[in-house]
């Protein structure tokens, strides 16, 4: 090497030193919060309507508020050592029902106000319950106002002759601070009226031979053609729709270039059912939030507390766009705490609310959701004080941790399973999802790798639910799987394809899928590639379903069977398995209308003994809570679904 490119080297390196020092100190020149907690990964979006994980709830939990929040109600049981949560008085200090269980008049407290000193009101949660409903949020929680008239139509953008109907206009498409965040709802000017006509070009031939995504993408273009006809009404002052007063008919399309279209046929985002002007929520004043439903749901309380179904800032959300509205500099909340700072890949700071009107004058000013995934290194910063929370302790230490007094295990309403994509072999056929979901032996996992209590499952729903008797579950079996292999066309595994299975970086993940992988080809001779990913692109490789097995979990939403089987109706948006039952998907609907608990609970029990026979996912293990928090912090406690209220807990005195 020439002697004047060694220097230049060298003083390369030594910038980058000081550079790499200067970056440090940076970061060590933050205070630390008053208590941290290991969070895991990066939240993929603290955004209500876009979140789906553990480690996104527990910090939108802390920033926002909904209806009624849950909280700790009563004693804890004396054998579980659960603590009972129930949804409490949250922005509503009260609410009615109706005898026939189908309309809530919610009454929101005077002392509710965002983080920019306005007041939280009923017209936030209409509009924020669209928002999450609308198709362009991509929310995955749709499913719980399915109840609400109006509202799976609206979700799934499906319209008759007759409707009335909502017109975005293409008016505006970018009205944004920037290309890189975007107004999804509403996106351009609404219009308002009754759809009269859809004229649809000739539906397109397709060959025989043509993928299914393919075959989508078409049918999907071709639907872009459709033009639709209107009779466009007008809105008085109050924003009522004079529906069949004045109205002038208008035709609109998505694409301009149908033939289907003329010169006066006006280019839009979508026609769509006019869910927010039909009546299926009420906003008689600021303080007055009134929901209607087509059935009773006797767990509707619970869903108002979780956080999809919380409102967010209007004038936030349509100033900035998403996602640039939850940057921490723009930023609109409602609950215990504020958000502070965040620095990718190294911690998201909450700041207490002091205008929240439940503030809690002993607890924490600032807390910090560490960005950690490394077990070994959340035990060691927690055993030298830097953290005061682990959530996820080191798999290989449970038997020795799980004797301290800081070590806090208790049953929990939750399921581990590995998710299949029906739609790829060999995975189509549901004898080879059986005979894989035999061939796993869950007593070693549970035994000799989660260490912590948990529960083999063979079944959906996790047991303890009052009334509910899960179905007969998957029965492992070595020799009946090799059996049903064989009747697949794979005996003793041979032809059978290789198939990867997907896991988010853990290091509990990993040792679970080894074990699984080491059974799958001792018992099968199936072979199974692991692939491990950070849990933003894990999410992105399950939701887009480009996968052939992903693991997963599912934490109650609310104490009822419900929330475990209604997620893998035809096309739900938890669903990402490509699996479709019309029997299941009927059964799961005649639950929702049926009055009877008895027989509400039977038609569930008939659901999940479908998916146990035709097996669209396989249970591993019902999980129990795993949570080591230091002894000096008052307010922890186990509970079902895993809930600790941050804005609860302080230290003794």
């Known amino acids: 090497m020439p002697p004047e490119v060694r220097r230049a080297f060298l003083i390369v390196a030594c910038l980058v030193v000081v550079a790499a020092v200067a970056w440090a100190s940076l970061f060590d020149a933050t205070a630390p919060a008053d208590f941290s907690l290991q969070n895991g990964s990066d939240p993929k979006t603290i955004d209500p309507a876009r979140a789906t994980g553990n480690i996104e709830s527990r910090i939108i939990f802390a920033l926002f508020e909904g209806l009624l929040t849950m909280l700790p109600e009563g004693d804890p049981d004396p054998i579980t050592g659960l603590q009972p949560m129930s949804p409490q008085p949250g922005v509503a200090e009260s609410y009615e029902v109706s005898d026939d269980g189908r309309t809530y008049t919610f009454h929101l407290r005077e002392n509710a106000f965002w983080t920019d000193g306005t007041p939280v009101t009923s017209h936030d949660f209409a509009w ?31 319209v008759e002759v007759g409707d009335r109907v909502e017109v975005e206009l293409w008016d505006r498409p970018l009205d944004t601070p920037t290309e890189s965040s975007q107004q999804n709802f509403p996106r351009g000017t609404m219009l308002y009226g009754t759809l009269r006509e859809i004229v649809k070009p000739p539906e397109p031939e397709l060959a025989d031979d043509l993928g299914d995504e393919e075959r989508e993408d078409a049918m999907l273009d071709w639907q872009q053609q459709w033009v639709y006809r209107v009779d466009v009404a007008k809105e008085n002052a109050d924003g009522e729709v004079q529906w069949d007063d004045d109205v002038k008919s208008q035709t609109f399309t998505v694409d301009l270039n149908s033939t289907a279209a003329d ?46 179904l919380f409102a967010v800032n209007r004038k936030c959300v349509e100033t900035f766009g998403s996602p640039l509205w939850t940057k921490a500099e723009n930023i609109v909340t409602n609950g215990p705490f504020k958000l502070g700072f965040r620095r990718l890949r190294d911690r998201l700071r909450l700041v207490k609310n ?161 074990v699984i992988q080491q059974q799958l080809l001792n018992n099968l001779n199936v072979k199974i590639e692991l692939q491990n990913m ?25 104490p009822d069977p419900n929330t475990f089987l209604d997620m893998w109706v035809t096309d739900g948006p938890q669903n990402s398995t490509n699996w479709s039952n019309k029997e299941y998907d009927q059964l799961i609907a005649d639950s929702a209308r049926e009055g009877d608990p008895a027989k509400r609970m039977k038609l569930l029990q008939r659901a999940e003994q479908i998916w146990v026979d035709e097996m669209p996912v396989i249970p591993i293990y019902f999980y129990t809570s795993i949570n080591m928090v230091k002894p000096n912090v008052k307010g922890f406690f186990p509970s079902a679904q895993d809930l600790h209220p941050l804005n609860l807990l302080e230290y003794r005195k």
């Open 354 to 514: 002091e205008d929240y009107h439940a503030v809690n004058p002993n607890g924490f000013d600032t807390v910090d959701f560490l960005s950690m995934e490394g077990q070994n290194t959340a035990l060691n910063m927690y055993e030298t004080g830097q953290i005061q929370w682990v959530t996820d302790p080191p798999t290989a230490l449970l038997e020795e941790l799980k004797t301290r007094d800081d070590f806090i295990t208790a049953p929990q309403l939750s399921v581990y399973f590995y998710r299949l994509n029906v739609a790829r072999k060999p995975l189509d056929d549901a004898r080879i999802r059986r005979a894989i979901a035999k061939a796993i032996n869950r007593v070693q996992i549970v035994e000799q790798v989660t260490k912590s209590g948990q529960i083999p499952a063979y079944t959906n729903v996790p047991p303890g639910l009052a009334l509910y008797e899960s179905a007969v579950g998957i029965n492992p079996d070595i020799e009946e799987a090799k059996q049903l292999l064989a009747e697949a066309g794979y005996p003793g595994g041979r032809g059978i394809p290789k198939m990867t299975l997907l896991y988010n970086t853990s290091e509990g993940h990993r040792a679970i899928a080894e």
């Open 128 to 158: 924020s319950w669209q928002r999450m409903l609308h198709p362009e949020t991509a929310c995955e929680y749709t499913f719980q106002l399915y109840a609400v008239p109006f509202a799976e139509q609206y979700a799934n953008g499906l």
């Open 263 to 308: 010169e006066n046929t006006s280019r839009c985002h979508a026609v769509m059912v006019a869910f927010g002007k039909l009546g299926s929520l009420e906003t008689p004043d600021d303080r007055t939030f009134i929901v209607h439903l087509k059935d009773a749901v006797p767990y509707f309380p619970n869903l108002a507390s979780y956080y999809p």
């Open 534 to 558: 950070e849990w933003g692109s894990f999410l992105d490789k399950t939701q887009q379903k480009d996968y052939d097995i992903a693991r997963a979990g599912w934490i109650a939403d609310y």
